[in-house]
């Protein structure tokens, strides 16, 4: 038989009657037919294997690409084009994204095409799993390769809609890329039809007709339109989904507390847990604690590059309310979610003032100067000057200077963090420690949290400000204790719920792209090697990734690339 190179590039081989499912081998079409209750389990258990490989360029594309994290420095790695926006059509980990969801969308697809529907509820189950994955795989790749659903979907493009693999593989000739109208209509018919027939719930590291839900409620949220100028019809659809998620009581919020602890908890203990790629620990052993996500965001036991960490501007929204502090026998969070952040405090424990100072043209740096205190007068030391430090809020410490260049600068007195290169090393754990000491880490695609804040936003584009007021406050002051708005309405609306998205969101893939779908532009002014002062408007070429070239290399077909400019 020959062999071919389907789903689009993505270098998954299939012979003619053959389906691969990774890392079982394949299994002739013929056997699977006449004894399907052999071959379901093992088929579908090799669809959800792909998404194991699939899960790492998803979060790089995601969150690099946002404005929560900063790299100590530039990077030869493939990944350092995502943070820096020096877009190329010639990297292995933009491949690798396109080339694993197109596998999944392959198995998915050979199993949905092999499989009568109606069998049984078991049968109808899996088959639905099928259409979730598959109808995640085109939101997730239409929403890196297409641009936002707000501009022109008619004909701006998508991604190539190719559902299994073709009966004349000798002479196939496969579809350019659909319309982001159209890839988008594809993703809602998969998850609806997976929600369909899913009705067994096997926890969440299956797909569940939950999982469906929560993931339309998101699809539907990124078709709704801008705050300025929102979509009705799918704003209603965005509410609609999130309500069958947040009142089916399958799912419940974890109290603060425990909350603090999210990462610590696999899937299968966590009850805010929807849906999420399940790793284990033997996947996890030697270098791969280095390469994982979590790898580069903290050290972990002499493990993991900790070559990222929180930007500062992360660091200023965690502190809105109040300054969360991490120093031993001190520590205190205000904000629960700075729980998953960790400064790698010095053992000398030197007392520091740290601020951040314009450092030349269009350059912020972090300074950590020595303080010395006498009586009621503390006073810092940078650069053989001495100033003498003006409390803003002498309780929590935080002060500030007026600096040799003329300028005032607000900063906190806290320990010495160790640096890499000239930068504080605040770690990010909120992809490591899942049950153990080390970087394991299950993927989060949806949980209850995320819900809530998605029916926030479309109830507040359907102008139903009291409602969103609820559920934004309540995924609010469960992180921080008497901190929840008195009031929403359209002059503050989406400055409130993109916040509270940023913050709950982070380190999960989604501030870049939440940052765009909404029309609004991103800024990085805080310290780190990027182009601090660039502003990515959503209408930039480079809001989308280009189609790997190694895809439209292999490709059976036309494969339009993105624009190359605006």
């Given at each position: 038989m020959k062999k071919i190179v389907i789903a689009l590039l993505a270098s998954a081989v299939f012979s003619s009657c053959d389906i691969e499912r990774l890392p079982y081998g394949s299994m002739d079409s013929g056997s699977i037919v006449e004894d399907p209750a052999s071959s379901l389990e093992s088929l579908l258990n090799g669809t959800y294997g792909q998404l194991k490989a699939w899960s790492d360029p998803m979060h790089r594309c995601g969150e690099y690409a946002g404005d929560n994290i900063m790299i100590r420095g530039?990077?030869?790695?493939?990944?350092?084009?995502?943070?820096?926006?020096?877009?190329?059509?010639?990297?292995?980990?933009?491949?690798?994204?396109?080339?694993?969801?197109?596998?999944?969308?392959?198995?998915?697809?050979?199993?949905?095409?092999?499989?009568?529907?109606?069998?049984?509820?078991?049968f109808d189950n899996k088959l639905g799993e099928c259409y979730y994955v598959r109808g995640m795989m085109y939101f997730y790749l239409v929403r890196a390769f297409g641009r936002p659903y707000y501009q022109s979907p008619e004909t701006n493009l998508g991604v190539p809609i190719v559902n299994g693999t073709p009966a004349n593989v000798v002479d196939m000739l496969l579809p350019d890329r659909s319309s982001v109208k159209e890839t988008y209509e594809q993703a809602v018919a998969d998850l609806k039809k997976g929600a369909e027939l899913m009705t067994i719930d096997n926890g969440p590291v299956y797909a569940s007709k939950g999982a469906a839900h929560a993931m339309l409620s998101r699809v539907y949220l990124y078709m709704?339109?801008?705050?300025?100028?929102?979509?009705?019809?799918?704003?209603?659809?965005?509410?609609?989904?999130?309500?069958?998620?947040?009142?089916?009581?399958?799912?419940?919020?974890?109290?603060?507390?425990?909350?603090?602890?999210?990462?610590?908890?696999?899937?299968?203990?966590?009850?805010?847990?929807?849906?999420?790629?399940?790793?284990?620990?033997?996947e996890y052993s030697g270098s791969d604690h280095y390469y994982g996500v979590g790898g580069m965001y903290a050290n972990i036991g002499g493990q993991g590059w900790g070559e990222m960490y929180a930007s500062a501007k992360y660091i200023e929204l965690l502190n809105e309310t109040g300054r969360n502090d991490w120093r031993p026998g001190r520590y205190n969070m205000v904000d629960a979610r700075a729980a998953f952040i960790e400064p790698t405090y010095a053992q000398s424990g030197q007392e520091v003032f740290r601020f951040i100072k314009e450092d030349g043209e269009n350059v912020l740096n972090y300074v950590q100067a020595a303080i010395t205190r006498s009586g009621n007068t503390i006073t810092c030391t940078e650069d053989g000057q001495t100033y003498t430090l003006t409390p803003v809020n002498a309780v929590q410490e935080v002060y500030k200077i007026v600096y040799k260049d003329g300028k005032t600068y607000t900063g906190v007195i806290d320990n010495f963090i160790t640096l890499n290169r000239v930068y504080p090393q605040f770690y990010i754990v909120k992809c490591s420690r899942e049950g153990e000491d080390s970087h394991l880490?299950?993927?989060?695609?949806?949980?209850?949290?995320?819900?809530?804040?998605?029916?926030?936003?479309?109830?507040?584009?359907?102008?139903?400000?009291?409602?969103?007021?609820?559920?934004?406050?309540?995924?609010?002051?469960?992180?921080?204790?008497?901190?929840?708005?008195?009031?929403?309405?359209?002059?503050?609306?989406?400055?409130?719920?993109?916040?509270?998205?940023?913050?709950?969101?982070?380190?999960?893939?989604?501030?870049?792209?939440?940052?765009?779908?909404?029309?609004?532009?991103?800024?990085?002014?805080?310290?780190?090697?990027?182009?601090?002062?660039?502003?990515?408007?959503?209408?930039?070429?480079?809001?989308?990734?280009?189609?790997?070239?190694?895809?439209?290399?292999?490709?059976?077909?036309?494969?339009?690339?993105?624009?190359?400019?605006?």
């Open positions: 530039s990077s030869t790695d493939a990944f350092y084009e995502f943070l820096s926006y020096s877009r190329s059509p010639n990297n292995y980990r933009l491949t690798q994204f396109w080339d694993s969801g197109y596998k999944a969308i392959a198995q998915a697809s050979n199993i949905i095409n092999m499989i009568e529907e109606g069998q049984n509820a078991e709704s339109g801008t705050y300025g100028a929102p979509n009705r019809e799918y704003a209603e659809l965005a509410v609609a989904y999130a309500d069958s998620v947040i009142n089916g009581g399958v799912y419940s919020l974890l109290p603060r507390e425990q909350f603090m602890e999210y990462n610590t908890y696999a899937p299968e203990a966590n009850p805010e847990t929807i849906f999420a790629v399940k790793r284990v620990a033997s880490h299950s993927p989060v695609i949806s949980r209850l949290g995320e819900v809530y804040l998605n029916r926030a936003e479309a109830l507040a584009k359907l102008g139903r400000y009291g409602e969103a007021l609820e559920d934004l406050n309540l995924i609010r002051t469960r992180s921080i204790v008497n901190g929840a708005y008195t009031s929403l309405d359209a002059s503050n609306a989406a400055e409130r719920i993109d916040k509270e998205r940023q913050l709950e969101l982070a380190y999960q893939a989604e501030r870049s792209y939440d940052v765009f779908r909404n029309g609004k532009a991103l800024t990085r002014e805080y310290p780190g090697p990027h182009a601090q002062f660039e502003v990515i408007q959503p209408t930039d070429y480079r809001v989308t990734y280009y189609i790997p070239q190694d895809a439209i290399n292999s490709y059976a077909g036309r494969l339009t690339q993105n624009p190359t400019s605006n």
